[in-house]
């Protein structure tokens, strides 16, 4: 029987040539049909721009909503700084003809509180003649807005003044001309001033004098 060997394997580098070697193996390299590798450049995730759009946000509420308080205190510290003057600007222009104070005309008190609305308003905003025959307008404070932050009128037509949380001022007077006033934020202590004045702040509680707005502090 004859049989046939298998054909010789065809080199195309001699045995030995180490150049030609290379060579092919470069080759076969280049012509290989795996798939290539995918390199993922390095970078945030969407994971990483969510939680610091989140910290940013919360940031700015923080921020923003400590800036809005403190715009309204200082709003508040406005109003009472204004009324503050007024009130001494009349008694500088009555008090030597007339004999008395304004808080003893309109019945401001040293041991209570009296609110910033009716005549002592009237009266400052030359509104009424009765305690302010010249007309002199002492004191004129914004509009408010829905009764917030202002001077506004109740259906009967007294005039009314909001803080910038909606309660009214709260004033106090020196009548036994002793220049001092009992404190309201401190039993048995004393104000040395004429008048003194105060808003209740954003808690609109009177008595927490944490956050209360006074012309004395």
Known sequence: MLRMSAPPTISLCNTGTSWCNSLVESTHGRLSTSAPEVVVPFGPTALHWITTAAVMACALL????????????????????????????????????????????????????????????????????????????????????????????????????????????RVRADLNRDGLIPDPAIPGATVHAQYIIFSAGPDGDPSTWKDNVASWK
């Open 62 to 169: 923080i921020g923003g909503g400590y800036l809005f308080k403190k715009a309204r205190t200082l709003q508040a510290k406005t109003a009472i700084k204004g009324l503050e003057i007024a009130m001494a600007g009349y008694d500088v222009e009555y008090h030597g003809t007339v004999g008395k104070t304004l808080g003893d005309k309109v019945a401001l008190t040293e041991g209570r509180d009296s609110l910033a609305e009716g005549d002592l308003l009237a009266t400052l905003m030359s509104l009424s003649t009765t305690h302010n025959p010249r007309k002199v307008r002492f004191y004129d404070p914004p509009t408010a807005k829905g009764q917030v932050n202002g001077a506004w009128f109740d259906a009967t037509g007294v005039v009314h003044l909001s803080d910038p949380w909606g309660a009214p001022y």
